[in-house]
């Protein structure tokens, strides 16, 4: 467990704030559950970005504890080492805040799933504060880890400015699901801009390098794992003075998209999900294998997408005073 002290803000002169973490102060499934955390993850995102709140039980008590586990696929048998944690930032014992990382042993980074504060608990830098503390946690818990990754969804600077100019003449307005997501993908990319995050981006355009999920239920018949595929941009942050300046940018993102879509993804679902598993997993492995190759004569480069043209907007979207969590 970790104390917060002197938080600004609203969260100021409030009840006692704390982190607990799975597997160290939660222990068991009914005092994760109790905590309220699981309901605070599905108010906090749509249905289509959640992980089925049974299997983050499962695996942060039972399955990802740092074993490694070992299956055959096709003859062939392989393993993985995973850690999965869950923080909860707790006012008076109930949950108002969460975190849910991935650790794997094997290529040392940590895999941020999902990051959530309760909107009444926002103000005065909480957020950021909360997310700190977590990441000093990780470093305790894995100190061989070489830094955080994460997922964000590519957001389109010119459907933005045309939604936030059409907000702005409507003097607000009731927003439409899609006109959320859009939105929201770009505040998250802010928010994690803003501790410190940078892009793995083609050096010479300095756009964001694209990347590929594969199909996250590979019980759907395998026709249908290509029309929910998704795409996304990695963001990243090094830990302080472990990342070596001789690991190139090129040679890193090969080990995230590997690590992220392989070793933490992949053989975790295949592992779980015995029918079909040579079909998945060649499947999954040939998507990650295309994406390496697309990006092959890229030069990688670790940059900030975000620019002077998006604080203005950023600024605009304020003043609209719109709560939208992200």
């Not at 909360?130 to 990754?149: A, H, K, Q, S």
């Not at 992949?266 to 994406?291: M, Q």
């Not at 998006?310 to 605009?316: A, K, N």
Request: charged share 30%.
């Amino acid at each position: 467990m970790r104390i917060l002290n002197d938080m600004p803000g609203e969260a100021a002169g409030g009840p006692a704030l704390d982190i607990v973490v799975t597997r160290h102060d939660v222990v068991d499934d009914s005092t994760f559950r109790d905590s309220g955390v699981l309901e605070l993850y599905e108010e906090l995102f749509p249905a289509s970005e959640r992980d089925d709140s049974d299997d983050i039980v499962r695996w942060v008590l039972s399955d990802d504890i740092g074993e490694r586990r070992g299956f055959v696929v096709g003859g062939r048998r392989m393993s993985y080492r995973l850690d999965s944690r869950f923080f909860i930032l707790r006012a008076a014992e109930r949950a108002i805040g969460f975190g849910f990382f991935t650790y794997d042993h094997a290529s040392r980074l940590i895999f941020c799933n999902h990051v959530g504060v309760h909107r009444a608990w926002r103000g005065g830098g909480l957020a950021r504060t909360f997310y700190r503390e977590m990441v000093d946690m990780l470093d305790e818990l894995f100190p061989r880890n070489i830094g955080v990754v994460l997922e964000v969804e590519p957001f389109d600077r010119d459907r933005l400015e045309s939604l936030i100019t059409d907000l702005e003449r409507s003097g607000g307005r009731l927003l439409e699901a899609h006109e959320q997501a859009a939105i929201r993908k770009f505040l998250r990319v802010g928010w994690y801009h803003k501790l410190g995050y940078s892009f793995f981006c083609d050096a010479r355009t300095r756009q964001p390098l694209p990347c590929r999920s594969p199909c996250l239920d590979p019980s759907l018949p395998s026709s249908a794992w290509a029309g929910v595929e998704e795409d996304y941009w990695l963001m990243w942050h090094a830990r302080n003075g472990v990342l070596r300046p001789a690991m190139k940018a090129g040679r890193l993102w090969q080990k995230t998209v590997t690590t992220i879509y392989v070793e933490i993804l992949a053989k975790s679902l295949i592992e779980e999900n015995p029918r079909g598993r040579r079909a998945y997993w060649d499947y999954a492995t040939a998507l990650v294998t295309r994406t390496l190759q697309r990006t092959a004569a890229t030069e990688v480069c670790l940059a900030s997408y975000l620019g002077r043209d998006d604080s203005p907007l950023l600024s605009r979207w304020r003043r609209l005073a719109i709560d939208l969590p992200i």
